[in-house]
């Protein structure tokens, strides 16, 4: 059966992983506005051309434009294939219009999934990590160092590296630029009853579990919405 679900996450929670596995697995189909722009350009679809010349004129793409495009994203795939809404709606007029596009197919918004993270957990995960220099094999001083010290468990390598922007500053403020941008929409969604959180902090095969009971069952908190 078609699921329509929005994934919601902040940098961290294994929200790229968790869609692309969905796309995988369910043959679910992701629209993130910003690759179906890059497409449609590409493809020089009608709106395409349009979001073209909005953007070479150094504009924003409107509404009307993006929801013209997930239409025919939605109208493109095919009806038994769910679609996983990442990074739109934005605003609370986006949100409307998603209903409506959706409406018209006869089709709705089953979930909005949150991989909710705790930010100071989410801190020390991230300031932690390193990895080997040569064979990318992933580490982290608190819970993962390698097992002969300063040398990679895999190939022997005595180089690591960080990356530059695992900082707690960085996450901390992407943390909050995510909660910028999901208060607009949350509360929308809490209202209708949509809204299931998955602990995002939980293995990655713990997550995925999480959320194909979801899909599967609905959850707790959907009994008695409507
Ligand atoms: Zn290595």
Do not use: W
């Amino acid at each position: 059966m078609a699921m329509n679900i929005i994934l919601l996450g902040p940098p961290g929670a294994g929200k790229g992983t968790q869609a692309a596995r969905l796309v995988d697995e369910r043959h679910m189909v992701q629209l993130s506005t910003g690759d179906m722009l890059r497409a449609a350009v590409r493809a020089g679809t009608p709106i395409g051309l349009q979001a073209k010349a909005v953007m070479e004129a150094g504009e924003l793409v409107s509404d009307a434009i993006v929801s013209a495009l997930i239409g025919e994203r939605l109208d493109a795939a095919e009806s038994t294939t769910g679609a996983i809404f990442d990074g739109y709606p934005r605003t609370l007029a986006q949100a409307e219009a998603l209903d409506f596009l959706l409406g018209e197919r006869g089709r709705q918004l089953d979930h909005v999934i949150e991989l909710a993270v705790d930010e100071e957990a989410l801190v020390d995960r991230i300031t932690g990590r390193f990895t080997c220099a040569i064979c990318g094999e992933g580490y982290h001083d608190r819970y993962k160092q390698p097992v002969s010290a300063g040398a990679c468990d895999v190939c022997g390598s005595r180089e690591f590296k960080r990356r530059a922007d695992d900082t707690e500053e960085t996450v901390r403020t992407r943390m909050a630029e995510y909660r910028a941008k999901t208060a607009p929409i949350l509360p929308y969604y809490e209202a209708l009853g949509l809204v299931r959180r998955v602990d995002g902090m939980a293995a990655i095969e713990k997550v995925g579990a999480a959320i194909d009971r979801i899909l599967d069952h609905g959850s707790l908190a959907s009994t008695g919405a409507d």
